[in-house]
């Protein structure tokens, strides 16, 4: 691209940020508490698990290693797309008998799209592969885009499994107007909330830290802790 062509598309794409950015900021992304999207997280969940010719497979939730949740991701689109969300981490313990405590992240990202308008976006998404855990705890994630990553397949009974999803390891999912659905992410980065997590725990701990040392879960994730543990047929739960 020729110099008068590197212009123009730089000048779009401060354009395009600072839309993305009013559209976004427009709306009530950081106006709720750590405490209100843990149990927005876990209304989504159990919400999904509950409609079971749609929901998550038992055994593919059983068998993951960490489940990331991330209610009202925002969707806006204006000439281009943006997206922007707020969410947790939780992995099971080393025993694999229960689920640890919620690491914060957020979803950022962006797409080129023709639609005008915000919505809004439930993402789950499941690790399968104990390997990708460190890649997810770095500080910057690009969320699909290699053979990785795949759509999950849904229904309670039944796990479809095909090649995609028997390589796959993260396995993601969406929910848009109701509609839960496997979807391949792409583009979006996933990076660790420190102010999440000084807001649950007192102090800016790390994601790794968090999901590696086995710190205490605040209060105020049980109930998420307890469908996470009641959905994976955990003992006890």
Known sequence: ??????????????????????????????????AERLALSGSVL????????????????????????????KNASFGIGGKYGRGFILCRNDN???WGPPAAVRVEGGSVGFQIGVSETDLIMLVMDRSSINGILSSKFTLGGTAEAAAGPVGRSSTAQTDATMRAKILSYSRSRGVFAGVALTGATLRQDLDENKEMYG??????????????????????????????HVQGS
């Open 1 to 34: 691209m020729n110099r008068n062509g590197n212009g123009l598309h730089s000048v779009l794409r401060a354009v395009v940020t600072l839309s993305v950015a009013v559209v976004l900021g427009s709306t009530p992304v950081g106006a709720d508490s750590a």
């Open 46 to 73: 159990k919400e999904v698990m509950n409609t079971p010719d749609n929901a998550i497979p038992d055994d593919l939730l059983k068998s993951a290693y960490c489940v990331v949740i991330v209610p009202h991701v």
């Open 96 to 98: 694999h008998a229960g």
């Open 203 to 232: 102090k800016s701990l790390a994601n790794k830290e968090i999901l590696n040392t086995g710190v205490t879960p605040p209060p105020m994730a049980a109930d998420l802790i307890a469908l996470l543990n009641k959905y994976s």
